[in-house]
């Protein structure tokens, strides 16, 4: 539907647009070409916090952001400029058509809920069944010190429903770690971001395995020969996850609900830097020793 001309919202210009003074057709949600604009004349928002951008803008926010991030990992905003940045034209769509395929996705997008602290209790999540979802999730959330309302709003994307989708991605990543027991750490996040990959074709979720060659050595090794194979299978041969609805799962059998999805857990990432931590200080121990018994 076609917002009325005379309807104005006051948007307020992020840092990371550039500020490039070219004339370009916008194209609405219907995508009917509207009218051309500027960045110093932008056109009303598709809904509330919506910051249009231009050709120009949006290709200087996907490099400036995946520059940046993979410089910071930690940069959360960053990524999630880069993933809204890179997820128009195609991806963003095809992922919503994905949804409405399938009649769970469908209810998703009809009554649009939201993860936060305050539409889930955690502390009613912690008195839940050892091996339920919500248990698992809230276990993972008080394990790695994370919390449910650190997901940035989106912004960068003009249709309002594709918006909500990469909102609801965005909400759902922590199930994500909690489904696949990996740890927020970078070499936990880019198992994850492959396994997104393969399973949402999100350009920001491939885009994200540039970072490992911020590991070590080790690290890559065990990446490129245990993890990133785990990530295409699973990712590949499990149903879309952003179908799931979470909110109704909580109480069910998360391992139940892996083998429903077609996912298998990878090896325990934290005890496997953990043995092999342990392995090098025995090592290490086991030299010294040498040495001192040759002086």
Same mark, same amino acid.
């Given at each position: /539907? @076609?917002?009325?001309?005379?309807?104005?919202?006051?948007?307020?210009?992020?840092?990371?647009?550039?500020?490039?003074?070219?004339?370009?057709?916008?194209?609405?949600? #219907?995508?009917?070409?509207?009218?051309?604009?500027?960045?110093?004349?932008?056109?009303?928002?598709?809904?509330?916090?919506?910051?249009?951008?231009?050709?120009?803008?949006?290709? &200087?926010?996907? +490099?400036?952001? &995946?520059?940046?991030?993979?410089?910071?990992?930690?940069?959360?905003?960053?990524?999630? &400029?880069?993933?809204? &940045?890179?997820?128009?034209?195609?991806?963003?769509?095809?992922?919503?058509?994905? /949804?409405?395929?399938?009649?769970?996705?469908?209810?998703? =997008?009809? $009554?649009?809920?939201?993860?936060?602290?305050?539409?889930?209790?955690?502390?009613?999540?912690?008195?839940?069944?050892?091996?339920?979802?919500?248990?698992?999730?809230? #276990?993972?959330?008080?394990?790695?010190? +994370?919390?449910?309302?650190?997901?940035?709003?989106?912004?960068?994307?003009?249709?309002? @429903?594709?918006?909500? +989708?990469?909102?609801?991605?965005?909400?759902?990543?922590?199930?994500?770690?909690?489904?696949?027991?990996?740890?927020?750490?970078? %070499?936990?996040?880019?198992?994850?971001?492959?396994?997104?990959?393969? $399973?949402?074709?999100?350009?920001?979720?491939?885009?994200?395995?540039?970072? +490992?060659? !911020?590991?070590?050595?080790?690290?890559?090794?065990?990446?490129?020969?245990?993890?990133?194979?785990?990530?295409?299978?699973?990712?590949?041969?499990?149903?879309?996850?952003? $179908?799931?609805?979470?909110? %109704?799962?909580?109480?069910?059998?998360?391992?139940?609900?892996?083998?429903? =999805?077609?996912?298998?857990?990878?090896?325990?990432? !934290?005890? #496997?830097?953990?043995?092999?931590?342990?392995?090098?200080? =025995?090592?290490?121990?086991?030299?010294?020793?040498?040495?001192?018994?040759?002086?």
């Amino acid at each position: /539907m @076609e917002l009325p001309a005379t309807k104005t919202f006051r948007v307020i210009a992020s840092p990371a647009i550039s500020l490039i003074g070219i004339v370009l057709p916008f194209r609405r949600t #219907t995508g009917i070409y509207c009218r051309a604009f500027s960045a110093l004349n932008r056109p009303a928002p598709n809904y509330q916090g919506h910051v249009p951008l231009t050709s120009p803008e949006r290709g &200087a926010l996907a +490099v400036g952001s &995946a520059f940046v991030s993979l410089l910071n990992p930690r940069r959360g905003d960053l990524i999630a &400029a880069l993933g809204e &940045a890179t997820a128009t034209p195609y991806f963003i769509y095809r992922l919503r058509d994905a /949804m409405l395929a399938d009649p769970t996705g469908r209810r998703i =997008l009809r $009554n649009r809920p939201r993860i936060t602290s305050h539409t889930l209790s955690l502390t009613s999540l912690r008195t839940l069944p050892k091996n339920s979802v919500g248990r698992a999730y809230a #276990t993972w959330l008080d394990r790695e010190g +994370v919390s449910p309302d650190t997901r940035d709003t989106v912004k960068y994307i003009d249709d309002e @429903e594709c918006a909500y +989708v990469m909102q609801r991605y965005r909400e759902c990543h922590d199930f994500y770690h909690a489904l696949t027991g990996l740890p927020v750490m970078v %070499e936990g996040e880019v198992a994850l971001k492959a396994f997104e990959f393969a $399973n949402t074709l999100l350009p920001m979720t491939g885009l994200s395995m540039f970072a +490992v060659t !911020r590991l070590k050595p080790a690290e890559r090794t065990r990446f490129w020969s245990t993890y990133l194979p785990w990530a295409i299978e699973n990712g590949i041969r499990s149903k879309e996850v952003i $179908n799931v609805y979470w909110e %109704e799962q909580l109480e069910r059998d998360v391992d139940e609900l892996r083998a429903e =999805l077609g996912i298998r857990q990878p090896p325990d990432l !934290r005890e #496997t830097r953990r043995t092999m931590r342990e392995q090098s200080r =025995l090592a290490k121990e086991a030299e010294g020793r040498l040495r001192a018994s040759v002086a």
